[in-house]
């Protein structure tokens, strides 16, 4: 699955992986072009490729490991 697939949701969803804050996971609102608009879970604003390749994780998704 591609992030391109998940919808805009005013709350995020939950993205887990390593983030420079240390927060645990990342909350995607919404694609803007080629990337997307997150927030890591302490604020920082995240912005990933839409081609990036997730996976279900726990509550969420989380980035394919290759």
Known sequence: MKLYDLKKTEEGTKIYTECSDDSKYINFFHID???SYCESEK???VHL???TEIEEYKDGYKI???
């Open 43 to 45: 604020g920082a604003v």
């Open 64 to 66: 394919k490991e290759h």
């Open 33 to 35: 072009g080629a990337y």
């Open 49 to 51: 490729s839409c081609e």
